[in-house]
């Protein structure tokens, strides 16, 4: 196979449809790459600058927004599939509305055979959470690849950056199926965006 090149993402890249139930996920014909976080950890916003894009995912300042799978292809001849997924932890829902992103997260990254990696995002200004590590215990249960992505790494002082940046690494070694080495990212200021596509590609590639 000839490697992606990170150009791929200033290339065709659309919107496919959103997905509130597994049964209406696309066939699995291509890889696939997740994204997942915490409500409000900058998800939406971090895609739209992996994409180069202004309003590919939809962004919102309310925890919670993103309630479905949202599935983006990617390159024309189709290449690979990037998934949005629903915010876990706090959101201003129901609590049965909680329940059912949950367990839609759950049971798609548990069964989905064309997942190649999923990007646990973690917010640079609160770190690790039990949440966080309920879902990466999860992802080391059903044996699904993972890289642990520090989002909104321009919100805190570079000291704080770097003391939250160990904790979270220490913390990801215990974890099987965590890649060893950290993403440090900002959507505003388009910090480590270069390396997060280039670890997007290599996942896809794997």
Request: hydrophobic share 40%.
């Amino acid at each position: 196979m000839t490697p992606l090149h990170p150009k791929l993402f200033s290339g065709p890249i659309s919107f496919l449809k959103s997905a509130p139930q597994l049964q209406f996920l696309p066939d699995p014909k291509v890889p696939e790459i997740a994204f997942a976080g915490r409500s409000n950890v900058g998800k939406s916003s971090l895609i739209n600058a992996l994409t180069n894009r202004n309003g590919l995912a939809r962004t919102s300042n309310t925890p919670g927004r993103t309630q479905e799978l949202n599935f983006f292809d990617v390159g024309d001849p189709l290449i690979f599939r990037i998934c949005d997924m629903p915010g876990y932890g706090f959101a201003k829902a129901p609590p049965k509305v909680v329940q059912k992103w949950r367990f839609l997260i759950n049971d798609y990254l548990r069964g989905r055979a064309v997942l190649k990696r999923t990007f646990v995002l973690i917010d640079s200004r609160h770190g690790i959470k039990p949440v966080d590590e309920e879902v990466m215990e999860m992802l080391d249960k059903a044996a699904v690849s993972y890289r642990v992505v520090l989002t909104k790494a321009d919100k805190v002082k570079q000291e704080e950056l770097d003391a939250t940046a160990e904790q979270v690494a220490a913390i990801a070694k215990k974890h099987p199926a965590a890649h060893p080495d950290l993403l440090l990212t900002s959507s505003e200021k388009k910090q480590g965006i270069d390396e997060l596509r280039l670890a997007v590609l290599e996942a896809v590639q794997s």
